[in-house]
Structure formats: structure tokens, C-alpha cells
């Protein structure tokens, strides 16, 4: 292995993934304003932070690839030192990751009704927050990367805990949504294609956590673990942007959610005078539990329902 593979070789591979997913984040920004979805403030604003996060990490991060490879092409010596981009890494990701969770345990809440469960989502989301904070602070003061792994216990605690509630949030979601199944085809479509973006949300981002807490502390002279770090921020906006977006498919997918060859064979016990009207009220019932999820899983403005409606599901 050359002298610089494990150095700015492995971060040059994490700032071109990173700037691979800012491209899907911008797709998926242009998109979410072309649809004009009918958010609240809020959400369009949350959208609009997490853009401009991602837009001045990944420009700072190409910016640092030009400093170490180009401007300081003849100085070896610069590798010593981490530009500023490197250590405002774990604060973008900790900013990220913070405004994705609250988010999605606003999800958890809405479905559930259990205003417990968004509790604990907050009361883990935010000491990993600060944990992330205090990483990003004490990386820049320290500067030098011989020096960083006298932070390695910060380190450990701060992915750990991002870790931690990532996990907490995609095995509850899926609880949630499991539960919901109703047994009727179409409808549980819709169902396992939302518990399919609840796995989503933790699983890739859980999974560049871990290898980068696991390449810090075992290989912390090296940048192994920017190859890891970079990219956490993009994911975790690239998992909310997508659970946005993923509304107009599902919600046409509701449009056809009566399935008349499978509810008929699960209501071959009805009386025959009566099994019509009895497949259209739960026919109803099932469209609007499943219409529910969809509808909260999200944000209560995203679908064309009035306000009775909204109250009745």
C-alpha cells in the first residue's frame, strides 16, 4: 500500500461519495419544490436548512480535496493538519442527524399517539447532538490529526448514541407499521413499501456510523474514517428527503386500495344480503387506516383532506 492510500486517498474516496449523494440530494430538493406539496412552514424550511447545509459541506469538502492535492500538492507536511472542513465534519452530520430524528419521531408520535415514545427520540437525539458538537469544537481547536485520538472517548460516546437512536426509531417504526398490516394485498403494498423506508432510515446511516467509529479508534492515524464521516450528513438528508417524496407514490397507490378478488375470499362468511355493504365499509375502513399512515407518516397538510376527514382517521 502507497504512503498516501490510507491518508488522502480513503478521504478522497469519502468526499467523491459525498458529493455522489449531494447530487441525489439535489434531485431530490428540485423535486420536492416541483411537486409543490402542500407542507407546513416548518417543513419547507427544514427542507430548505438541510439544502444549504449540504450544499456548504460538500463545496467545503471539494474545497479541501483542492488544498490538500492541489495547493499543497509539493508539501507533504499539510496532511499533518486538518483543514477546517474536516473538523466542521461531525457538526454538519450532528445538525443533520438532529433535525432527521426530531422528524422522524414526529412521525413515531403521529402514528402511535404516544407522545412517550417522541419523548425518548428527543431525550437520546439531543445529548447526541451535543456529543457531536463537542466533537466537531474540540477537533478544531486541536487541529493537528497525531493529536485526535485524545478525543477518541468523545468520539466513541457521540457515534454510539447516534447509533443507538437510528436503531431505536427504525425497529419502533416498524413495529408501528407491522401492526397496521390488515391482510388485504394492495393495501399491505403500501404498508411494507412504508416499512421498507422505516429500515432505510436507519440502516445506511447506522451502518457508516458504525464504520466510522470502528476505523477511529482502531486506525486513528489515519483518514480511513473520513471515508465514513463525510458522507453520514447526505444520508441522513437523503433519508428525509425520500420519505417525503415517497408520498405521491403511495398516496396514488391508495387510489386503487379495494381489492375485490382478496376481500371477497376473506369475507366468504358473510351473509350473501349483506356481503356487499359489508366489503364496502371495510373496504373504507381498511383505505383509511392505511390512508392514516401514509397521511402521518408524514405531514398532516401533504393530502388533499379537509378537516373532518382528517379528524375522523
Not at 41 to 50: E, N, Q, R, S, W
Not at 148 to 165: D, E, F, G, K
Not at 174 to 202: E, H, P, W, Y
Request: positive net charge; proline residues 3%; charged residues 15%.
Amino acid at each position: 500500500m502507497g504512503l498516501y492510500d490510507t491518508t488522502i486517498g480513503t478521504l478522497l474516496v469519502g468526499i467523491f461519495f459525498n458529493t455522489y449523494l449531494y447530487g441525489l440530494v439535489t434531485y431530490q430538493f428540485a423535486a420536492y419544490y416541483r411537486t409543490k406539496f402542500n407542507d407546513r412552514l416548518a417543513t419547507k424550511c427544514m427542507v430548505l436548512f438541510l439544502f444549504i447545509l449540504d450544499t456548504f459541506h460538500s463545496v467545503s469538502a471539494i474545497y479541501m480535496a483542492w488544498t490538500y492535492t492541489v495547493t499543497n500538492y509539493d508539501n507533504p507536511a499539510a496532511l499533518a493538519v486538518a483543514e477546517w472542513p474536516y473538523t466542521f465534519t461531525p457538526i454538519g452530520t450532528a445538525l443533520a442527524a438532529l433535525v432527521t430524528q426530531l422528524f422522524l419521531g414526529y412521525r413515531i408520535w403521529c402514528l402511535s399517539e404516544n407522545k412517550f415514545l417522541y419523548a425518548v427520540v428527543i431525550v437520546m437525539a439531543l445529548p447526541s447532538f451535543a456529543l457531536g458538537m463537542a466533537c466537531g469544537i474540540k477537533a478544531w481547536i486541536i487541529k493537528v490529526l497525531s493529536e485526535l485520538p485524545s478525543i477518541t472517548p468523545l468520539v466513541i460516546a457521540w457515534l454510539a448514541m447516534q447509533v443507538a437512536v437510528d436503531t431505536f426509531i427504525t425497529v419502533t417504526l416498524t413495529i408501528i407499521l407491522m401492526r397496521s398490516k390488515t391482510g388485504f394485498r394492495k393495501t399491505d403494498t403500501v404498508v411494507n413499501r412504508l416499512i421498507r423506508g422505516a429500515i432505510q432510515t436507519g440502516l445506511f446511516a447506522g451502518i457508516f456510523s458504525l464504520g466510522d467509529l470502528i476505523t477511529f479508534t482502531a486506525l486513528p492515524t489515519t483518514n480511513l474514517y473520513g471515508m465514513f464521516a463525510i458522507p453520514i450528513g447526505r444520508i441522513y438528508t437523503n433519508t428525509l428527503l425520500d420519505t417525503l417524496l415517497t408520498r405521491q407514490e403511495l398516496k396514488s397507490q391508495m387510489a386503487g386500495t379495494y381489492d375485490r378478488k382478496t376481500m371477497s375470499s376473506h369475507l366468504d362468511w358473510a351473509p350473501s344480503d349483506q356481503s356487499q355493504n359489508t366489503t364496502t365499509i371495510q373496504s373504507r375502513n381498511i383505505q383509511l387506516q392505511v390512508r392514516k399512515s401514509i397521511h402521518e407518516m408524514t405531514d398532516r397538510s401533504s393530502f388533499d383532506v379537509d378537516g373532518k376527514t382528517a379528524l375522523a382517521i
